[in-house]
C-alpha cells in the first residue's frame, strides 16, 4: 500500500470543462506511473505497441540523415580538395569508435538510460547530481540547437528555391518560427505519430538521395578530366601524399557535425520492440534491435558520405561553396537541380526541408526523454514535468528564444551544435571505458580508452576553432543548474516517497494498538544505547505528557545519500534492548518522517501521533543543514510538510514538540 494511491476514475462522470479541461489535456497520463502520454523514454507494458527497430531509426535518423543537407558543402568549404580524405577520417571515426561505444550504452542502459546515467553511478551524491546537470546542459545545447539549426537550415532551402515567391525572401526567422511550432503539433498529437511522420520523410530522402549520387556518379565517370584534374590538386597542393593525409586529421574536427544521432538512439531504446521473452531485467531482444538499428543508420550514413563529399567536390566549382554560391549549405542540392532538372531539383529539396525540419523530432525525443528521467526524480524540476506535453511548450518557446536571438542564422549556430554533440560523445565513450576498467576487460578498455582520447581531440580542437561553442554551452549549464536549484528548494517541503512499504515485523507492530493512536516517538539512530531509548521516552512523558497506557514506538530515519528526492521507503521493525523501532533509510529525515505517518494513518485507519524534542542551535544553519544534509530543524519541519500534504486538519497526523 502506498500513501500516493489513488481511487479510479468514474467512466460515467462528466469530463472537465475549461481550465480544467486545458491542465487536464496538458497533464494527460501524468497520474499514472508510466505516462498513457507515452514519451519517447517511456517504459511501455508487453500490452502497449512498440516499433520494429527500424521504424525507431527512422525517428533518430532524421537528425543523423538529415546533415546530407549540408555535410558534404562543410567538408567542401573546410577541406577544398582533401574533403574526400577528411570524410574518410569521419567514418572511420563513425564505425570504428562512435559505434562500438554506442552498441556497449545500449547493452548497458537497456531502458534508455544512456551514457549520462553510466557515469551518474559512478558519482554518487551531489557531486553526481551537479556533473548529471553539467551533462545535461551539454545535451540541452545539442538538442536545443539541433532543432533550431535544423529548422533554420530548412527555411534557407525553401527560401533558396527558384520556384518560392520573392516576397519570402528575408523572412527567415518567420518561416523558422512557423516549422518550430508545426514540430511541437505533431509531438503535442502524440509520439506514435511523430515516428509515422519519420518513416515517411526518411523513406522519401533516402529514395532521392540514391537517385543524385546514382546520377552524379555516372556524370563523374563521364568526365574523367575533372577527376583527373582533382587528384592532381589533391597530390601536388601539399607537397606529398602524407602531408594531405596530416591535413585531412588536422581538419577532421570541423566535419563533426556528422556524428551526430547516436545519443537519441540509445534514448529512445523503450520505443524498439524487442523479443516475448523479453523482460525489464535482461531485455535481450531490445538491445539487439537498438544495436542493428545504429549499425545501419551508421553504415547507410557512411556509404553517403564517402560518395557525396567526393562527387560534389569534383563536379561543384570551389567558388560555389562560399558564401553567396548556390552550392553553401546545399551540395546536393546544386547537384539536383543541375544534373535532374527543375522539377526534380525542387522535388529534392522539398524532401530535404522536410528532413531538416522534421531532424528537431529526434532532438524533441532526446529532451523529451532526459528531463523526466532526472530532473523531477532530483526534485529539480516541477511535477508537471514528468508530462509530455507541458515539455514540449517549454522546449519550443526556448526554440523562439534562440531562433530570434540569432535570428535563425545556421552558420552563428553551428559551433555550439557541434560541442554539444562532442561533450555527449566523449562522455559516452569516458563511461564505456570505466565499464571495461571495472569489469577488468584489458582490450575493451585500451580500446575504448583511444577511442576516448580521439573524441577529446575533436571535442578540443573544435572549441578552439569556435569558442562561441562552450559559451552558449555554458549559458545553457548555468541555467539548468539556477533553474534545478531553485525547484529544488521550492520543492523541499513535498513529499520525496514514491513508495512505502512496512515489513511484517512492522506491521505487527501496528496490530498491537487496534484502539489507537498510534505513539510514535522520533530517534535518533546514532544514539542506539538502552539508556538513550529510556531517556527518550521518559522525556516524552514528561515533557509531552505521552499517555502512560500507550505503549510507544521509536522512529529512526538513516540518511544515505541527501541529495536523492523521488525515493522508496523500506520501514524495518525492529526490537532493540526491549523497545520496538521503526527503521527506514530516506534522504531527508522530516519528509521521510511524514511519508511513513501518513503511510500508516492509511494502512492502519488510525491517526499517529508523533513526538519531538526541540532542535538546538541557529535556525539558519538548521535550515540549510535540512536543505543539503536532509538534517537541521526536524520538528515543525515534519509539521510544514504534512500540512502541505493533507490540507484537512483533521486528518493530519499530530506533531508533539516539547
Not at 556497449?104 to 551518474?120: D, H, N
Amino acid at each position: 500500500m502506498t500513501t500516493l494511491s489513488r481511487p479510479p476514475a468514474d467512466p460515467s462522470a462528466p469530463g472537465p470543462a475549461g481550465k480544467a479541461a486545458l491542465k487536464s489535456w496538458l497533464l494527460f497520463g501524468l497520474q499514472d506511473s508510466k505516462g498513457t502520454h507515452q514519451g519517447p523514454g517511456g517504459v511501455t507494458t508487453k500490452l502497449e505497441m512498440k516499433h520494429p527497430w527500424w521504424q525507431v531509426m527512422c525517428l533518430t535518423g532524421v537528425d543523423y540523415f538529415s546533415t546530407l543537407g549540408y555535410q558534404p558543402a562543410i567538408a567542401a568549404l573546410a577541406a577544398g580538395v582533401i574533403s574526400p580524405l577528411a570524410t574518410l577520417v569521419l567514418v572511420a571515426v563513425t564505425l570504428f569508435g562512435a559505434l562500438p561505444v554506442y552498441r556497449r550504452v545500449a547493452g548497458e542502459s537497456p531502458r534508455g538510460e544512456g551514457s549520462i546515467a553510466m557515469l551518474e553511478r559512478l558519482l554518487p551524491r551531489w557531486g553526481g547530481k551537479l556533473f548529471v546537470l553539467v551533462l545535461l546542459g551539454f545535451a540541452a545545447t545539442d538538442f536545443m540547437i539541433t532543432m533550431t539549426l535544423s529548422a533554420a537550415d530548412a527555411s534557407a532551402h525553401l527560401i533558396e528555391n527558384p520556384v518560392v515567391p520573392d516576397w519570402l525572401h528575408g523572412q527567415n526567422v518567420l518561416v523558422t518560427l512557423f516549422l518550430l511550432a508545426l514540430l511541437a503539433a505533431v509531438f503535442l498529437r502524440g509520439f506514435k505519430e511523430a515516428i509515422a511522420v519519420a518513416v515517411a520523410i526518411v523513406a522519401l530522402y533516402l529514395c532521392l538521395n540514391v537517385v543524385v549520387v546514382a546520377v552524379t556518379i555516372v556524370g563523374v565517370i563521364n568526365h574523367p578530366v575533372a577527376v583527373g584534374d582533382w587528384w592532381t590538386t589533391l597530390w601536388t597542393s601539399h607537397g606529398n601524399p602524407l602531408m594531405a593525409v596530416a591535413v585531412a586529421l588536422i581538419v577532421f574536427p570541423k566535419l563533426a557535425l556528422g556524428l551526430s544521432g547516436f545519443e537519441t538512439g540509445v534514448a529512445v531504446m523503450p520505443q524498439v520492440r524487442g523479443d516475448t521473452n523479453d523482460t525489464e531485467v535482461n531485455p535481450t531482444g531490445r538491445i539487439r534491435g537498438t544495436r542493428r538499428m545504429l549499425t545501419t543508420a551508421a553504415v547507410i550514413m557512411s556509404s553517403f558520405l564517402i560518395t557525396t563529399s567526393f562527387i560534389t567536390v569534383v563536379l561543384i566549382p570551389a567558388q560555389e561553396f562560399q558564401d553567396g554560391g548556390q552550392a553553401n549549405g546545399r551540395a546536393l542540392a546544386y547537384l539536383a537541380h543541375e544534373y535532374l532538372g527543375v522539377g526534380f531539383g525542387t522535388v529534392y529539396d522539398i524532401s530535404t526541408i522536410a528532413i531538416l525540419w522534421f531532424a528537431g523530432a529526434s532532438a524533441m525525443a532526446g529532451l523529451l526523454n532526459l528531463v523526466p528521467r532526472y530532473l523531477p526524480r532530483y526534485g529539480m524540476a516541477p511535477g508537471w514535468a514528468k508530462a509530455v506535453r507541458p515539455l514540449v511548450l517549454v522546449f519550443t518557446l526556448v526554440g523562439f528564444l534562440i531562433t530570434y536571438l540569432f535570428e535563425a542564422d545556421v552558420d552563428a549556430q553551428g559551433g555550439a551544435y557541434a560541442t554539444g554533440v562532442l561533450v555527449l560523445m566523449t562522455s559516452a565513450a569516458v563511461a564505456v571505458t570505466l565499464s571495461a576498467r571495472r569489469r577488468k576487460e584489458r582490450k575493451q578498455t585500451i580500446g575504448f580508452g583511444v577511442i576516448t582520447v580521439v573524441f577529446l581531440y575533436t571535442t578540443v580542437a573544435n572549441i578552439i576553432e569556435r569558442p562561441e561553442g562552450i559559451r552558449i554551452a555554458g549559458i545553457f549549464i548555468l541555467g539548468i543548474i539556477v533553474v534545478s536549484l531553485l525547484s529544488r528548494v521550492r520543492r523541499s517541503f513535498e513529499l520525496h516517497a514514491i513508495r512505502v512499504h512496512l515489513d511484517q515485523a512492522a506491521l505487527e507492530f501496528m496490530s498491537s494498538n487496534l484502539d489507537g493512536p498510534i505513539t510514535i516517538i522520533a530517534h535518533e539512530p546514532l544514539l542506539t544505547s538502552a539508556e538513550a531509548y529510556r531517556d527518550k521516552l521518559r522525556s516524552a512523558i514528561e515533557v509531552s505528557h505521552l499517555p502512560l497506557a500507550h505503549e510507544a514506538l521509536f522512529l529512526e530515519v538513516i540518511v544515505d545519500d541527501s541529495s536523492d528526492f523521488e525515493t522508496e521507503l523500506h520501514v524495518r521493525g525492529v526490537v532493540r534492548h526491549g523497545y520496538r523501532i521503526l527503521e527506514v533509510h530516506g534522504p531527508v529525515v522530516p519528509n521521510t518522517i511524514a511519508s511513513v505517518l501518513f503511510h500508516i494513518r492509511d494502512a492502519t485507519g488510525l491517526m499517529p501521533h508523533i513526538y519531538f524534542r526541540w532542535t538546538e542551535g541557529n535556525p539558519v544553519a538548521n535550515l540549510l543543514r535540512f536543505l543539503f544534509l536532509g538534517e537541521g530543524e526536524i520538528a515543525p519541519v515534519t509539521r510544514e510538510v504534512l500540512r502541505e500534504a493533507e490540507p484537512d486538519v483533521t486528518q493530519r497526523p499530530w506533531v508533539h514538540v516539547g
